[in-house]
């Protein structure tokens, strides 16, 4: 049986991705990117949709959910690894109770 942590034997898997730095790290990188540079471009004709911030190169993308906004980033940007969605207009990207997340209520 083949181990698990190479392509054959005596060769390791090379890594397809560089570390990714903590979650924390890249929600407050994203969060910033997005209020310095996304905001002003989005919130008055996208509000609901979703953007996808690569966290490394402040590149992004926007689309009706999450997967679409992401795979649109990763389209334009293959190792875009630590990326950070939100929805315009909004607090949070999804809500699980009945208050509204929209910015300014």
Known sequence: MRDAKTVSPGQPIRRTSPPSRPAAE???LGDAIYE??????VEV???GAVVAI???SGSWAIGEDE??????LQ????DAYDVWCLR????ALYSFGGGSLRRGE
């Open 26 to 28: 890249t929600a407050r």
């Open 36 to 41: 310095r540079d996304i905001r002003p471009q």
């Open 45 to 47: 004709d996208h509000i």
């Open 54 to 56: 690569d966290v490394e």
């Open 67 to 72: 997967i679409a906004a992401t795979d649109r």
């Open 75 to 78: 389209g334009e940007r293959p």
């Open 88 to 91: 315009v207009g909004y607090r």
